[in-house]
């Protein structure tokens, strides 16, 4: 069960096994906590980390996967990145409270350095994109919901998905900003990060721009890759790790199911 209170700024939600979390809206953090808790969404098919690996959290939010990683782990080295302004202020909060030896860093990743326009979504944080398409997230909202057993949304996107939409709207409501983007490889250059065994990517629909921006020579310090993309952008995601020699699987949380996004598995070949 999730407990929540809400302040000016953030709600504070006490998650199953009692950690408190700062979080913006709790429907969007329970389906969160499914996939990176229940699903272990991000560890599997093959993917594994041992004590002392180094981690890359792109798209890190509030910090949901940072804060799964140090419970289950004692000593990794850990990096959260997010470009939103008021969720990076909820991860690092989070960051204070449960994984302070990690390091956040407020920034996009990119193809290369620039300011970029973003739509963010104050009441769906995560679903934050540099190329927004309201259509698109209204039907995969409406499919997840559909798909799921919320008491109340789930039988009214079913039966009634034009009340749906209507009565979801305000969580589509959204503002421009614009944020500084860098690429993977200018962070591991200013980090010092000599080898990443676990990058992590969920940056809704900037997935291979975050990719095109990892020089060639760093390619070869990457030991495993899990990257959230779409059924679009699927091939030219594939074709990017498989050039630089990753095996590759692909897999749908449940959560997921039915919408335009998916999940790739890639590992260094030995």
């Known amino acids: 069960m999730f407990l929540f209170t809400k302040t000016q700024h953030e709600r504070v939600a006490t998650l199953p096994d009692g950690t408190n979390v700062r979080c913006p809206n709790s429907r969007e953090l329970q389906f969160l906590y499914e996939e990176i808790y229940r699903e272990s969404i991000y560890l599997r098919n093959g993917i594994s980390l041992n004590e002392g690996d180094c981690v890359v959290d792109v798209g890190a939010h509030v910090g949901l996967f940072s804060l799964f990683l140090m419970q289950h782990y004692s000593d990794l080295d850990l990096y959260a990145i997010e470009p939103v302004p008021a969720a990076f202020s909820m991860l690092l909060s989070n960051a204070e409270q449960h994984f302070p030896l990690a390091r956040c860093i407020p920034a996009a990743l990119a193809e290369r350095d620039r300011r970029i326009q973003l739509a963010w979504y104050p009441q769906l944080s995560s679903c934050s994109t540099r190329y927004p398409d309201l259509n698109d997230l209204r039907s995969n909202l409406r499919t997840h919901c559909a798909l799921s057993d919320y008491r109340v949304i789930g039988p009214l996107a079913r039966q009634v998905p034009r009340m749906f939409d209507l009565?979801?709207?305000?969580?589509?409501?959204?503002?421009?900003?614009?944020?500084?983007?860098?690429?993977?490889?200018?962070?591991?250059?200013?980090?010092?990060?000599?080898?990443?065994?676990?990058?992590?990517?969920?940056?809704?629909?900037?997935?291979?721009?975050?990719?095109?921006?990892?020089?060639?020579?760093?390619?070869q310090r990457i030991r495993q890759i899990v990257v959230k993309t779409t059924y679009t952008d699927l091939d030219a995601v594939v074709h990017a790790l498989r050039t630089h020699g990753f095996r590759l699987m692909t897999d749908v949380s449940l959560g997921l199911r039915g919408t335009d996004y998916l999940y790739v598995y890639a590992r260094a070949r030995d």
């Open 167 to 219: 009565c979801t709207r305000p969580l589509l409501e959204q503002m421009q900003i614009e944020v500084h983007a860098t690429t993977l490889s200018a962070i591991m250059t200013s980090e010092g990060i000599g080898r990443i065994d676990l990058l992590k990517i969920d940056v809704e629909g900037s997935d291979l721009q975050v990719l095109l921006g990892i020089q060639e020579a760093d390619w």
